[in-house]
DNA sequence: TAACTGTACTATAATGCATAGTACGCATAA
DNA sequence: TTATGCGTACTATGCATTATAGTACAGTTA
């Protein structure tokens, strides 16, 4: 599914919830699909049952995951992504940060641009066919 | 000079660097421009004097900073900015998933020229994060 | 010399991360 | 019913990071 960095100064609970949220994103993992159980997460990763339930968890307050005791982990939908509004103003204020610092770094402006394109912005919606 | 938030979850030698960083690229402290000494920045924010020599050390590793015993630190130029090319592929990448983000918690498009359009690309300006 | 500067240590306390292990309630299939 | 798998909730331990306090030394400058 995913690879974790265990020489990465980031978390590995941290890890595990952005490649969570690039899945869901990018629309590979679709709402209301199960994920694979806290258990076999921890043995496919080779990580701890606990640091998966931790991963879990975050992605259940952050409005990516809704789980059911006894059932398991699913996806939300898009709608019921938890605090959006604070977490626009969150990335807004990173994505100003970002910019800053690339034209700061010698980036061009049509090379952002450029980045922006690439971002499947123009395309807006998720492939249907897989 | 700016504000430290003891309440982020973020550690306060990571604030100050971030702080500084925003300075210099916003043009606001001037390449060989000299800044408080560690002691004077620990009284100012009233904070550690060691927690403000990690993040000037920090700062000096990243290109932002040089510094001289007996006489101070200074603010590097913008050439001198080491490792720049790694650096810039990370905040490309941080761009992407930014982006991607706020598309996926309905951003429109132009929403988000709009944010290009009120950054640094033509003129600087501070502004407050958490 | 005196007062500044950066820098390098030691030591301590607090916090967060990841681990191990145990246990309980719920849902489903044999 | 029993067994299995699921989320969840604990306790406890080891480790790394963070922030603190204190001391010390070398270079710079008035």
């Known amino acids: 599914m995913f690879q974790i960095d265990l020489k990465s100064r ?4 941290e890890q595990v ?4 949220k690039e899945l869901i994103i990018a629309g590979v993992l679709k709402p209301d699909e199960k994920v694979p159980s806290v258990r076999d997460m ?10 998966i339930q931790k991963a879990y968890r975050e ?8 789980s059911v005791s006894g059932l398991g ?7 019921e992504a938890a605090g959006s509004s604070h977490r626009i103003k969150e990335l807004k204020e990173l994505f100003r940060s970002t ?5 700061f770094l010698g980036c061009s ?6 980045l922006m394109e690439e971002t499947g912005l123009s395309k807006g919606k ?3 066919n897989d």
Request: charged share 30%; hydrophobic share 40%.
């Open 10 to 13: 980031k978390a590995i609970y």
């Open 42 to 51: 921890a043995k496919e990763l080779t990580i701890n049952p606990n640091t």
């Open 73 to 79: 982990s699913f996806v939300s939908v898009p709608a």
């Open 126 to 128: 998720v492939d249907e």
């Open 109 to 114: 402006k049509e090379e952002i641009l450029k």
């Open 17 to 20: 919830v952005d490649n969570f």
């Open 59 to 66: 992605l259940e307050n952050r409005g990516y995951f809704y």
């Open 99 to 103: 910019v800053n610092e690339l034209v």
